[in-house]
């Protein structure tokens, strides 16, 4: 059984920063390109970043290029959203997923597996 478990979440005020990180289990990690996605209240989910099995390729949305960076470690099962410089608009519900499609994976419906999500809110 997959399992994509985020934390790091929390309260943070303008300009601040906070890391998520997320914990896989049940798949092969490294076999998996792992991305964020995030959803406001009342709006759709939105990609955010998201990394090759190897970590040797990132691509970003334009909302968040520049402030956050994803990273992952194969031996720990775990992949990582540094975010900095964070603005109210980054309020949301973040979530973890997998799939085992290779390239700039972007669309929501090519994610075979999702974690539970984590809240950032962001306070002006």
């Known amino acids: 059984q997959v399992q994509l478990v985020e934390s790091g979440g929390g309260l943070v005020q303008a300009g601040g920063s906070l890391s998520l990180s997320c914990a896989a289990s049940g798949l092969t990690f490294s076999t998996y390109t792992m991305a964020w996605f995030r959803q406001a209240p009342g709006k759709e989910r939105e990609f955010v970043a998201t990394i090759a099995w190897s970590g040797g390729s990132t691509y970003y949305a334009d909302s968040v290029k520049g402030r956050f960076t994803i990273s992952r470690e194969n031996a720990k099962n775990t992949v990582y959203l540094q975010m900095n410089s964070l603005k109210p608009e980054d309020t949301a519900v973040y979530y973890c997923?997998?799939?085992?499609?290779?390239?700039?994976?972007?669309?929501?419906?090519?994610?075979?597996?999702w974690g539970q999500g984590t809240q950032v809110t962001v306070s002006s």
């Open positions: 997923a997998a799939t085992r499609l290779v390239g700039t994976i972007s669309r929501t419906r090519l994610y075979d597996y």
